[in-house]
């Protein structure tokens, strides 16, 4: 550990992966700071918001060593079957459908899909308790500077913190990343994700349904009860379209999607859209700085693979941290982070590729590629063995 430091390691952005990696560091004696825009020190559990995420069971294994996972339990729902609709020609004979029960490789279930707003807030609750960590919320980080003994950061007040290593946790956009110079691939779908929760009178009994239709998947999660998340992708102009409609037509356009799967549906957060890119740095590293999550990679929602991802970033580093700060070693230090960069370089590259090929395959309605997706779903359906093996690649995450 550097000796100027007055933090271990100072963390820029606090969302879910960067309070979750604050806590995995301080849960073991080291000096962490936060820094975010948002008001972290005053959050408090409120009620579910628009946006979830299906976490799988690794990423539930390294949210239950922060301490905040049995908080926002309660707020999440278990998702026991996958059932995917080819809906190509909108009409319900001509579905092609099939269920993947996690029960056919022995899981109980998939994943539990929950509220972003309940995580992050139950990861802000865990980190304003825990000593060794400092908020610096409210404030922004606007420029750093790295040299041999460690890195200096500059907050939008003027406040300066010193560390041995600064994490890149601030999202898409990521200014440190910019500051870095690390540049990235990155491509935009022209699609836009609606997202939105909704109330319904018939119950979704744990199956999460995905229908593939022409301007992209529509998707249904099970929350607690008789609600559920929606991820309606839809071509960028279409979806400006429906977000202009108002309540009742909107609520008219979901009922019509779901074929009556869940009864009368009603609204219950207000509907909001994001664009469909991807994005991959080149590098995860450069001296004193480590990206994770969507500063290292951003995923389409197709899959629900970008927080998972981003979550096994943030293990990764953790461990590599914690096994460096343990030998007494530097933990900013380039052979430090030159493990971290290599341990997570395929599984970033595997999942963005699978995700991006996924991507196109199922929005896209040329003709030839339509026609690959529908046999490649009955042949699924009807060869067990096949099936089984496409649930245990998706699994192996
Ligand atoms: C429609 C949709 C559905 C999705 N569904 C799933 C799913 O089911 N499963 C799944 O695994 N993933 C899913 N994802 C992906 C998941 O939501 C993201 O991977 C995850 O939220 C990204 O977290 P992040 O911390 O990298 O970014 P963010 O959540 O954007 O956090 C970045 C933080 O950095 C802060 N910040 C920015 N600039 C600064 C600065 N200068 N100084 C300090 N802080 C700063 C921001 O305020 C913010 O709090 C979905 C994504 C979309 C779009």
Same mark, same amino acid.
């Given at each position: 550990?550097?000796?100027?430091?007055?933090?271990? =390691?100072? #963390?820029?952005?606090?969302?879910?992966?960067? *309070?979750?990696? /604050? !806590? &995995?560091? $301080?849960?073991? @004696?080291?000096?962490?700071?936060?820094?975010?825009?948002?008001?972290?020190?005053?959050?408090?559990?409120?009620?579910?918001?628009?946006?979830?995420?299906?976490?799988?069971?690794?990423?539930?294994?390294?949210?239950?060593?922060?301490?905040?996972?049995?908080?926002?339990?309660?707020?999440?729902?278990?998702?026991?079957?996958?059932?995917?609709?080819?809906?190509?020609?909108?009409?319900?004979?001509?579905?092609?459908?099939?269920?993947?029960?996690?029960?056919?490789?022995?899981?109980?279930?998939?994943?539990?899909?929950?509220?972003?707003?309940?995580?992050?807030?139950?990861?802000?609750?865990?980190?304003?308790?825990?000593?060794?960590?400092?908020?610096?919320?409210?404030?922004?980080?606007?420029?750093?500077?790295?040299?041999?003994?460690? =890195?200096? #950061?500059?907050?939008?007040?003027?406040?300066? *913190?010193?560390? /041995? !290593? &600064?994490? $890149?946790?601030? @999202?898409?956009?990521?200014?440190?990343?910019?500051?870095?110079?690390?540049?990235?691939?990155?491509?935009?779908?022209?699609?836009?994700?609606?997202?939105?929760?909704?109330?319904?009178?018939?119950?979704?009994?744990?199956?999460?349904?995905?229908?593939?239709?022409?301007?992209?998947?529509?998707?249904?999660?099970?929350?607690?009860?008789?609600?559920?998340?929606?991820?309606?992708?839809?071509?960028?102009?279409?979806?400006?379209?429906?977000?202009?409609?108002?309540?009742?037509?909107?609520?008219?356009?979901?009922?019509?999607?779901?074929?009556?799967?869940?009864?009368?549906?009603?609204?219950?957060?207000?509907?909001?859209?994001?664009?469909?890119?991807?994005?991959?740095?080149?590098?995860?590293?450069?001296?004193?700085?480590?990206?994770?999550?969507?500063?290292?990679?951003?995923?389409?929602?197709?899959?629900?693979?970008? !927080?998972?991802?981003?979550?096994?970033?943030?293990?990764?580093?953790?461990?590599?941290?914690?096994?460096?700060?343990?030998?007494?070693?530097?933990?900013?230090?380039?052979?430090?982070?030159?493990?971290?960069?290599?341990?997570?370089?395929?599984?970033?590259?595997?999942?963005?590729?699978?995700?991006?090929?996924?991507?196109?395959?199922?929005?896209?309605?040329?003709?030839?590629?339509?026609?690959?997706?529908?046999?490649?779903?009955?042949?699924?359906?009807?060869?067990?063995?096949?099936?089984?093996?496409?649930?245990?690649?998706?699994?192996?995450?």
């Amino acid at each position: 550990m550097s000796k100027s430091s007055s933090h271990d =390691v100072i #963390v820029s952005g606090g969302g879910t992966p960067g *309070l979750a990696l /604050a !806590l &995995l560091l $301080a849960n073991v @004696g080291l000096r962490v700071a936060v820094i975010d825009p948002a008001p972290l020190s005053r959050f408090r559990l409120g009620a579910p918001e628009g946006r979830t995420s299906a976490l799988m069971q690794s990423s539930i294994a390294a949210l239950k060593m922060t301490g905040a996972w049995e908080m926002a339990l309660p707020y999440g729902a278990s998702l026991e079957v996958l059932r995917i609709v080819d809906d190509s020609f909108g009409r319900k004979k001509q579905q092609i459908e099939t269920d993947f029960p996690a029960a056919d490789i022995g899981l109980s279930f998939f994943g539990i899909n929950m509220p972003n707003n309940i995580l992050r807030t139950a990861l802000a609750i865990r980190a304003q308790e825990n000593k060794a960590i400092s908020l610096c919320d409210s404030l922004r980080l606007a420029q750093f500077s790295p040299d041999d003994t460690g =890195v200096s #950061v500059t907050l939008s007040d003027g406040s300066i *913190l010193q560390g /041995a !290593l &600064l994490v $890149a946790a601030d @999202g898409r956009a990521s200014p440190v990343r910019e500051q870095s110079g690390i540049v990235c691939w990155e491509h935009e779908y022209e699609q836009t994700a609606i997202t939105c929760l909704i109330n319904h009178s018939s119950p979704h009994q744990n199956v999460s349904t995905e229908f593939h239709r022409p301007g992209g998947p529509f998707t249904l999660v099970p929350l607690p009860g008789n609600t559920s998340s929606v991820v309606w992708v839809e071509k960028k102009n279409d979806a400006d379209g429906y977000m202009k409609l108002n309540r009742q037509s909107f609520e008219q356009a979901l009922q019509d999607r779901t074929n009556g799967r869940l009864g009368r549906i009603i609204l219950s957060s207000d509907p909001q859209s994001c664009p469909l890119i991807a994005l991959r740095a080149k590098n995860y590293i450069s001296q004193r700085v480590a990206l994770v999550a969507e500063a290292a990679h951003v995923l389409s929602p197709l899959g629900a693979q970008g !927080l998972n991802l981003s979550l096994r970033d943030i293990d990764c580093l953790a461990k590599t941290i914690i096994k460096a700060a343990q030998t007494g070693l530097d933990v900013g230090a380039q052979s430090v982070l030159s493990l971290y960069e290599k341990d997570r370089r395929a599984d970033i590259l595997i999942r963005s590729l699978g995700t991006d090929g996924l991507t196109r395959l199922v929005s896209h309605n040329h003709r030839p590629l339509h026609s690959l997706r529908r046999t490649g779903l009955k042949a699924i359906s009807m060869i067990e063995p096949l099936k089984i093996m496409a649930m245990q690649q998706g699994m192996s995450a």
